[in-house]
């Protein structure tokens, strides 16, 4: 007992037996007094109990150190979406739609893989409701991502840019939320093994829209109510992200809380998180723009392009980096900076991306990263859609980048 007063302090404290509980965090030690009349009667009672707290000199004022983190913790897809659900961030209904998307992304992503073993490249032989030739995994990935909302059990209205109009889910498996998606974005570059991607957002029902149904006879009740429920303005997001299949694949998803990005980890078949809070730089160095348009653009978009290669004061350019693939393209920019673009031109008057599949989820990422969506004149996230497959040019990226070409196009 001498040693304690070395390093520790103690104090002895008298307690009835009643106050004290048998596992404590603080060490103590039980002292029992045997009474000698009871010894000499062959048995043993507790007369008093002693506790002695022991307290290492100092301790009391140092905070706890922070827990090392394992080198073999990981934090999951699944697991982050239920923390965001404890938060309050997203409800449970929210977080199974996220997690069957998650679950359709892991599915394309081993089809895209194997597209030249399983003889999943070229074209279907069919045309899409853009007038755009399908190829054989558009088609695919477009029945695996409707199976897979359907499934959930929590969209009630799920649209896609490969279907003509959006589908109403089966009453019996039907739940709230509206489900837009591009579920094979730059399929042309399938077949030579560059990257693609799905693109999705998530709403609430809406029934208030000003979407021009009229009366059309091909437009049953259903088919009007699915239009109702779709036509929403990017501000009513309550979740996006894409998924990009390359030679990793990326699940990059908000759910307006900033921007966080996921890695497929082969080994576990799970998306591990891997980057959170990304921030985009407010300015760039790189454009990724069709410059094979070039000629087709108005005086006003060459100026500005004219501006880009012009090495002026810096004596350097920006750099051109396009792969026709709007989920490359964009996560590059969301990393590095700079501005991606797919503006109008003479044959195509609103460009090529669509507003509800393409353009408003992109926006609302970009902007939790910090950086900037416009259609050169106006924030994507305020158009309100008039059409299910509406077209819009699209400038997005860095703050700085956009409000340039902006003022190019005022």
């Known amino acids: 007992m001498a040693n304690i007063t070395i390093a520790q302090t103690c ?67 699944t697991h982050w979406l239920l923390k965001q659900e404890q938060n309050g961030v997203i409800d449970s209904e929210l977080t199974i739609v996220l997690s069957s998307i998650s679950t359709a992304c892991k599915q394309i992503a081993s089809l895209v893989q194997r597209a030249n073993i399983s003889n999943l490249t070229g074209v279907q032989g069919a045309v899409n409701i853009q007038g755009e030739d399908q190829k054989k995994l558009d088609v695919i990935s477009n029945e695996v991502f409707s199976s897979c909302l359907k499934s959930s059990g929590r969209t009630g209205i799920i649209a896609s840019e490969e279907e003509d ?121 790189i454009y990724s723009f069709n410059e094979g348009n070039y000629q087709m653009w108005d005086d006003k978009l060459k100026k500005y392009m004219d501006g880009l290669k012009d090495p002026g004061t810096s004596g350097k350019p920006y750099s051109a980096r396009y792969i026709g693939s709007l989920v490359g393209d964009f996560h590059r920019t969301m990393l590095y900076g700079g501005i991606y673009g797919y503006p109008g031109d003479a044959k195509n008057k609103n460009g090529k991306l669509r507003l509800l599949y393409e353009c408003a989820p992109m926006s609302f990422i970009v902007e939790q990263a910090g950086g900037k969506g416009s259609d050169g004149r106006q924030r994507v996230l305020d158009i309100l859609p008039t059409e299910i497959h509406q077209r819009i040019p699209l400038y997005i990226g860095s703050v700085e980048e956009v409000d340039k070409v902006e003022k190019f196009l005022a």
Request: aromatic share 8%.
């Open 165 to 285: 109009v959006p589908v109403a889910v089966e009453e019996s498996f039907s739940g709230n939320y509206v489900v837009v998606f591009d579920p094979l974005d730059g399929s042309s570059n399938i077949d030579a093994a560059v990257s693609t991607g799905s693109i999705f957002g998530v709403y609430s029902p809406n029934d208030e829209c000003l979407a021009d149904i009229g009366d059309n006879p091909t437009l049953d009740q259903v088919t009007q109510r699915c239009v109702v429920g779709v036509c929403q303005p990017g501000n009513n997001l309550l979740a996006a992200g894409y998924c990009m299949y390359s030679s990793s694949v990326i699940f990059v998803i908000t759910v307006g809380e900033g921007v966080y990005v996921f890695t497929l980890d082969p080994m576990y078949g799970e998306f591990v998180l891997t980057s959170e809070k990304v921030t985009i730089p407010r300015s760039g160095k």
């Open 11 to 77: 104090s002895r404290l008298l307690l009835p037996s009643s106050h004290y509980a048998p596992f404590d965090t603080t060490f103590r030690r039980r002292r029992t007094t045997t009474n000698t009349a009871s010894r000499n009667h062959g048995s043993s009672s507790v007369r008093n109990i002693g506790v002695v707290r022991c307290t290492a000199l100092g301790t009391e004022a140092t905070e706890p150190k922070a827990k090392k983190k394992s080198s073999y913790e990981i934090e999951t897809l």
